[in-house]
C-alpha cells in the first residue's frame, strides 16, 4: 500500500524535476563510460613514451592485454553483484577501483608494476560498462531508451576521435603519467553526480556467490583472451602453449557451464539463453565487435601506409565511419521510442555492416581518400543500427531481476568478439603482408610489418615502399573480405529476431495528456 500511494503521490506532483534528474544521472552514466573508452586511446598513443621511460619493451603487449583479461572476466561478475546487491553500490565500487588502478599506474616505476596496476584498472573497467547499461536499463524503459542511443553513440566518437589526440597533448605536455591521472578529475564529477542524484531501491540478499563458477569463468575467460592475443604473434597457431591455452579454456568452458546448473544464484543463468532473442542478440554482439575493432584498427593503418596520412590524426580518419554511426543510431533511437518497433533495424544494420565491409575490401592503392571514407559511412551506419539495439533487445529478453546478467552478458559476447576479430583479421593481414613483400623482394621491412607510418615509408627507397603499399593493401582487402563473411552471419541471424514488445511500450511521453508515461520513466529516481 505504500508504494502504491507513493506512485499515486509522484503522479499527482510535477513530474517536471524527476525527467530532469535522469538526465543529470544519464549525464553522469555517459562520463563513466567515457572513463572505460577513453583510457585505452589516450594510454595506446602515450605507450612509446612510457617504454622509452620505465623499458621493458618485451613486456609492452603486456600493457594491453592484463587490463582486457581482467575486463572481460570482471564483467559477468560486476554483473551478477549488481543483481544480487543493488547496482549503486557495486557501481560506485567498479569506479572507485578504477581510479585506484589509474593513479597506481601513474605512480608505476617498472613495467611490471605498470603491467598489475593496468590489471586492477581493468578489474574496474568491467563494472563500468556493465554498470552504465544496467541502471539505464533500470531507469529507462526499453521503449524510452532510444532517445539515449545517440549519446552512447556520441561518447564512442568523442573516445575514438579525441582519444588519440588528447593523449598526444598530454604526453608532450604534461608526461605520460598523466594519461592516468586525466581519470581523476572525470572519475570524480562521476562519483559526485552518481552518489547525489542517482536512488535506487536497496537490496538484501542471503544467497551466496558463486564461487566455483566464477573461477571457472575467469580461467576461460582468460584463456580464450590469451589465445587470440598469443595466437600468431608470440606463439605459433599450432604451438603448445596455445593447444594447452585451448584445452583449458573449454574444459573451463564446459565445467563453468555445467555448475551453473546446480548453484542456487548462477552468475549467468542459463535460463537467459532460452530466450530466442537474447540468444540473437548475443550472437550478433559478438559479429558486431569482431567487425567493428577491427574496422578501427585497420582503417588507420591503411590510411596512414597506403593514403600517406599522418597519425597524429589517426582518431580524425574514423570520422566518416563516426559521424554515421552517431547520426544513424539517434534516428534508430528515436523511431524505437516513437514506434516501439525494432525488428527492422537489425536486418538493415546487418546488410549495410556486409555491404560496407565488402566495399573496404575492394580498396587498393588508387583508391581516393573520398572513396574509402564513403565506404567508411556505410559501415559505420551498419553499426549505427546495431550497436545500441542489440543492448536494447537483450535486456528487454529478461525479467527485471536479470538485468545485470543480461546487459553482462551482452558485453562480454561483445568483447570477446573483438579480442577474436583483432587477432584473426590481424592475423590474416600480417600474414598476407608478409607473403606480399617476399614476394617483391622488400624482405627488409618484412619483420616491421604493418608499423610504417607515412614518414618512415618516404624515406624508404620507391620500389620497396610501392611495394609496402601494395601488401598493406592486400592484406587489408584479405582482413575486410573475411569480416564481410563475418557479417553475413549476422546479417542471417537478424532475419530470426521476433518482435516482442518493449517493456514502457505505449504513448510517448509527449504524446500522454496524464503524463504517466513520464513518470514511469523517472519513477525510480
Known sequence: MAGRANVEKQQGADSQPQPRSVRVVILAL???????????????????????????????????TAYTLATAASTPIWGKLGDMYGRKGIFLTSIVIFLIGSVLSGMAQDMGQLIGFRAVQGLGAGGLMVGVMAIIGDLVPPRERGKYQGMMAAVMAVAMIGGPLVGGTITDHLGWRWSFYINLPLGAVALAMVTAVLHLPKKRTDARIDYLGAGLLTVGITSIVLVTTWGGTEYDWDSAVIMELIAIGV???????????????????????????????????????????????????????????????????????????????????????????????????????????????????????????????????????????????????????????????????????????????GALFTGRVQDEMAARGGSQVTARSAQLDAASLAKLPDQVREAYESAVASGTHAAFLLGAAVAVIGFLAAFFVKEVPLRGAGPAPAEDASGAAKDKVAETV
Open 30 to 64: 555517459m562520463i563513466a563510460m567515457l572513463l572505460a573508452m577513453l583510457d585505452n586511446m589516450i594510454v595506446g598513443t602515450a605507450m612509446p613514451t612510457i617504454v622509452g621511460d620505465l623499458g621493458g619493451l618485451e613486456h609492452l603487449s603486456w600493457v594491453v
Open 251 to 425: 574444459a573451463a568452458l564446459t565445467g563453468f557451464v555445467f555448475s551453473q546448473t546446480k548453484v542456487a544464484e548462477p552468475i549467468i543463468p542459463l535460463h537467459i539463453f532460452r530466450s530466442r532473442n537474447f540468444t540473437l542478440m548475443s550472437v550478433i554482439g559478438f559479429l558486431t565487435g569482431f567487425v567493428m575493432f577491427g574496422a578501427v584498427l585497420f582503417l588507420p593503418l591503411f590510411q596512414q601506409s597506403v593514403q600517406g596520412a599522418s597519425a597524429t590524426n589517426s582518431g580524425l580518419l574514423l570520422l566518416p565511419m563516426l559521424l554515421s554511426m552517431l547520426v544513424v543510431s539517434m534516428i534508430a533511437g528515436r523511431v524505437t521510442t516513437s514506434t516501439g518497433k525494432y525488428r527492422i533495424f537489425p536486418i538493415i544494420g546487418g546488410g549495410l555492416m556486409m555491404s560496407g565491409l565488402f566495399l573496404l575490401s575492394t580498396m587498393d592503392t588508387e583508391t581516393s581518400r573520398l572513396s574509402s571514407g564513403i565506404y567508411m559511412a556505410v559501415l559505420g551506419a551498419g553499426m549505427g543500427f546495431l550497436m545500441q539495439i542489440t543492448m536494447l533487445v537483450a535486456q528487454n529478453s529478461v525479467e527485471l531481476k536479470d538485468m545485470g546478467v543480461a546487459s553482462s552478458g551482452a558485453t562480454l559476447f561483445r568483447t570477446l568478439g573483438s579480442s577474436f576479430g583483432v587477432a584473426i583479421m
